[in-house]
């Protein structure tokens, strides 16, 4: 009998239902096997309940169909080795599609491949011999025709990662010939030579051996990144010859470090810069570790200046700028630093927005004005916010020097200047934009020009906007309501922003948000300081608020300890009790 059938019927007439009684009489009744091909996973709860297999088959499951899997009696008449080697020819068909699909040369390559693969399994015909795609694949690679090298290349292409993977399985069969052979056509790389280099010593070619480590020392170190026990294995063996310089050093500092293991890391950037003057990437690096792991701040600042010496890069400039801020180096003397290189401050928008920040810092909010207007910026994930704190910090500046003056026609139009973002920026206000250090500023203006009204309804927009950041903007909005009247509210918001900061300090190295660091500059990898940097501010502030002057002072000493931005710090200490703020 026929035993094909086929369904056909409108959603919800009962198809799958049909089949899953069918499946299960099948079951019950008989012996037969039962496969279901079920992309939908139909049929997943019915095949458990029976307690069968359910096989998982997608580009991300553990489990998998092997094209390549054969036996003895794959074919009753034919010889299975050449049915089977039809069949691959036709799936490797199919994979490289196209209307050409596979070239002649190709055809005979590929067979010649699968009939030596599947010889070579029934020497020992055991499961855990059997061939997988993987084995015709590396098969392929092995061949001198020059169209599978090219085939090889075409699917490799520039992954120069790709290639050192392939290269490291057969350096670890000792098949050096091989390793060679692939380092020839793969792209130029370090790491390439240090595996032929490796391959080369195998087979006793010493001389050739030490051309490629000698090649190795010439490339230059940038973008490349070993990281496996492989690579390892073939770096030392390079250090041990010592005839690329500092470059296997290096290397070997980066793998270690990376893996956690600093002593050994900063050891080998130590020797590297000891076999190979001008190897700035080693010096920068020492410069870090010894910042951020060994807080070695004199040695870090030692390292980074000779790192910039040697190679004076925007990022260099950037780094060599935090690790002497974090030495202690005052602002005026960082700002001489940045402005004797305004092409690389220029080329980097980090850099330019840490310039801001050090002129806003110093007092020179002409500067951080004129400065924010030389540009156009492209707001980068992680500085969202900075360039508008920085507008709004510098503004404010420029108007209390007016009012200081008198001038409150002036300051309210610098005031109303903070609030604007002009289209050079590409970042307008954001949801938690810090702007009631603004409105209070406006107010007093305006309440000093006699606009008593006016003034009310910007000390009421003040009051409302509380971000709950614990930073000055929620200082002033707690200042807000003070004018208002609401001496309970603002105490209250105070002393929310003090427990706020000591929860901050109870778990100091405990990271307050989800997600990381904007950046990785020196200073900015350790949780602890970056909760410090917040804390003490917020402290201040509030205490400020409720009139506790002396421990708001200290809170101020530890804020620049940490390294904290002191502007709103040093404005509202100026300020005093001239503002409203004289505590609670």
């Given at each position: 009998?026929?035993?094909?059938?086929?369904?056909?019927?409108?959603?919800?007439?009962?198809k799958?239902?049909?089949?899953?009684?069918?499946?299960?009489?099948?079951?019950l009744?008989t012996?037969?096997?039962?496969?279901?091909?079920?992309?939908?996973?139909?049929?997943?709860?019915?095949?458990?309940?029976?307690e069968?297999?359910?096989?998982?088959?997608s580009?991300?499951?553990?489990?998998?169909?092997?094209?390549?899997?054969?036996?003895?009696?794959?074919?009753?008449?034919?010889?299975p080795?050449?049915?089977k080697?039809?069949?691959?020819?036709?799936?490797?068909e199919l994979i490289?599609?196209?209307?050409?699909?596979?070239?002649?040369?190709?055809?005979?390559?590929?067979?010649?491949?699968?009939?030596?693969?599947?010889?070579?399994?029934f020497?020992?015909?055991?499961?855990?011999?059997?061939?997988?795609?993987?084995?015709?694949?590396?098969?392929?690679?092995?061949?001198d025709?020059?169209?599978?090298?090219?085939?090889?290349?075409?699917?490799?292409?520039?992954r120069k990662?790709?290639?050192r993977?392939?290269?490291?399985?057969?350096?670890?069969?000792?098949?050096?010939?091989?390793?060679l052979?692939?380092?020839?056509?793969?792209?130029?790389?370090?790491?390439?030579?240090?595996?032929?280099?490796?391959?080369?010593?195998?087979?006793?070619?010493?001389?050739?051996?030490?051309?490629?480590?000698?090649q190795?020392?010439?490339m230059?170190?940038?973008?490349?990144?070993?990281?496996?026990?492989?690579?390892?294995?073939?770096?030392?063996?390079?250090f041990?010859?010592?005839?690329?310089?500092?470059?296997?050093?290096?290397?070997?500092?980066?793998?270690?470090?990376?893996?956690?293991?600093?002593?050994?890391?900063?050891?080998?950037?130590e020797?590297?810069?000891?076999?190979?003057?001008?190897?700035h990437?080693?010096?920068?690096?020492?410069?870090?570790?010894?910042?951020?792991?060994?807080?070695?701040?004199?040695?870090?600042?030692?390292e980074m200046?000779?790192?910039?010496?040697?190679?004076?890069?925007?990022?260099?400039?950037l780094?060599?700028?935090?690790?002497?801020?974090?030495?202690?180096?005052?602002?005026?003397?960082?700002?001489?630093?940045?402005e004797?290189?305004?092409?690389?401050?220029y080329?980097?928008?980090?850099?330019?927005?840490?310039?801001?920040?050090?002129?806003?810092?110093?007092?020179?909010?002409?500067?951080?004005?004129?400065?924010?207007?030389n540009?156009?910026?492209?707001?980068?994930?992680?500085?969202?916010?900075?360039?508008?704190?920085?507008?709004i910090?510098?503004?404010?500046q420029?108007g209390?020097r007016?009012?200081?003056?008198k001038?409150?026609?002036?300051a309210?139009a610098?005031?109303?200047?903070?609030l604007?973002?002009?289209?050079?920026y590409q970042?307008?206000?954001?949801?938690?934009?810090?702007?009631?250090a603004?409105?209070?500023?406006m107010?007093?203006?305006?309440?000093a020009?006699?606009?008593?009204?006016?003034?009310?309804?910007?000390?009421?927009?003040?009051?409302?906007?509380?971000?709950g950041?614990?930073?000055?903007?929620?200082?002033?909005?707690?200042?807000?309501?003070?004018?208002?009247g609401?001496?309970?509210?603002?105490?209250?918001?105070?002393?929310?922003?003090?427990d706020?900061?000591?929860?901050?300090?109870?778990?100091?190295?405990?990271?307050?948000?989800?997600?990381?660091f904007?950046?990785?500059?020196?200073?900015?990898?350790?949780?602890?300081k970056?909760?410090?940097?917040k804390?003490?501010?917020?402290r201040?502030?509030?205490?400020?608020g409720?009139?506790?002057?002396?421990?708001?002072?200290?809170?101020?000493?530890l804020?620049?300890?940490?390294?904290?931005?002191?502007?709103w710090?040093?404005?509202?200490?100026?300020?005093?009790?001239?503002?409203?703020?004289?505590?609670?």
């Amino acid at each position: 009998l026929n035993g094909n059938s086929f369904r056909l019927g409108v959603s919800g007439s009962g198809k799958s239902f049909s089949a899953k009684r069918e499946i299960a009489n099948a079951f019950l009744v008989t012996d037969d096997d039962v496969i279901v091909c079920d992309p939908e996973a139909e049929y997943t709860a019915l095949v458990k309940k029976f307690e069968g297999q359910v096989i998982k088959i997608s580009p991300s499951s553990t489990q998998y169909i092997n094209p390549m899997d054969i036996n003895a009696n794959y074919s009753e008449e034919d010889n299975p080795i050449a049915l089977k080697a039809d069949f691959i020819l036709s799936l490797c068909e199919l994979i490289v599609g196209g209307k050409e699909g596979l070239q002649p040369v190709e055809k005979t390559v590929i067979d010649r491949c699968v009939h030596q693969i599947y010889q070579t399994y029934f020497e020992h015909p055991v499961p855990e011999n059997m061939p997988v795609l993987q084995d015709l694949y590396e098969a392929l690679l092995l061949q001198d025709e020059k169209e599978a090298l090219d085939r090889l290349k075409n699917v490799l292409r520039e992954r120069k990662t790709a290639w050192r993977v392939l290269m490291a399985e057969y350096l670890e069969l000792g098949a050096w010939q091989e390793v060679l052979k692939l380092g020839r056509i793969a792209p130029a790389d370090p790491m390439n030579c240090y595996y032929r280099a490796y391959a080369a010593a195998g087979l006793g070619k010493e001389a050739k051996a030490a051309d490629f480590l000698t090649q190795a020392g010439e490339m230059s170190p940038d973008y490349c990144f070993p990281y496996t026990d492989m690579d390892r294995r073939v770096l030392q063996y390079a250090f041990a010859q010592r005839k690329d310089g500092g470059k296997s050093a290096y290397y070997l500092g980066c793998l270690f470090y990376g893996r956690d293991n600093r002593e050994e890391g900063v050891k080998c950037w130590e020797v590297s810069v000891t076999r190979e003057d001008g190897l700035h990437q080693a010096h920068r690096c020492m410069a870090l570790a010894l910042l951020e792991v060994f807080e070695d701040k004199v040695g870090a600042r030692r390292e980074m200046e000779k790192a910039f010496a040697m190679h004076q890069d925007g990022r260099y400039l950037l780094e060599l700028m935090e690790i002497r801020r974090e030495s202690g180096v005052p602002v005026e003397k960082l700002l001489e630093l940045l402005e004797a290189y305004p092409q690389l401050v220029y080329k980097r928008e980090d850099l330019y927005h840490q310039q801001l920040v050090l002129y806003n810092e110093a007092g020179m909010p002409e500067k951080a004005a004129a400065y924010l207007k030389n540009r156009t910026f492209n707001p980068y994930e992680g500085g969202e916010g900075i360039l508008v704190k920085a507008h709004i910090l510098a503004y404010i500046q420029l108007g209390r020097r007016a009012f200081r003056e008198k001038d409150y026609g002036g300051a309210i139009a610098f005031y109303k200047t903070a609030l604007e973002y002009p289209e050079n920026y590409q970042e307008g206000r954001g949801v938690t934009a810090r702007e009631a250090a603004v409105y209070f500023h406006m107010a007093k203006a305006l309440e000093a020009a006699g606009e008593e009204r006016e003034a009310f309804a910007w000390y009421e927009k003040a009051a409302a906007h509380q971000t709950g950041r614990l930073d000055e903007s929620d200082f002033y909005t707690a200042c807000a309501l003070r004018r208002l009247g609401k001496e309970r509210e603002a105490a209250a918001l105070y002393l929310s922003m003090l427990d706020g900061a000591d929860a901050i300090l109870k778990e100091e190295d405990r990271l307050p948000y989800f997600g990381g660091f904007v950046s990785n500059l020196p200073g900015e990898h350790s949780i602890k300081k970056a909760n410090h940097r917040k804390a003490h501010p917020a402290r201040f502030y509030a205490l400020t608020g409720l009139g506790r002057k002396q421990e708001a002072r200290k809170e101020k000493e530890l804020a620049a300890v940490w390294g904290a931005e002191m502007a709103w710090l040093r404005l509202i200490e100026e300020d005093g009790g001239k503002m409203g703020y004289e505590g609670i």
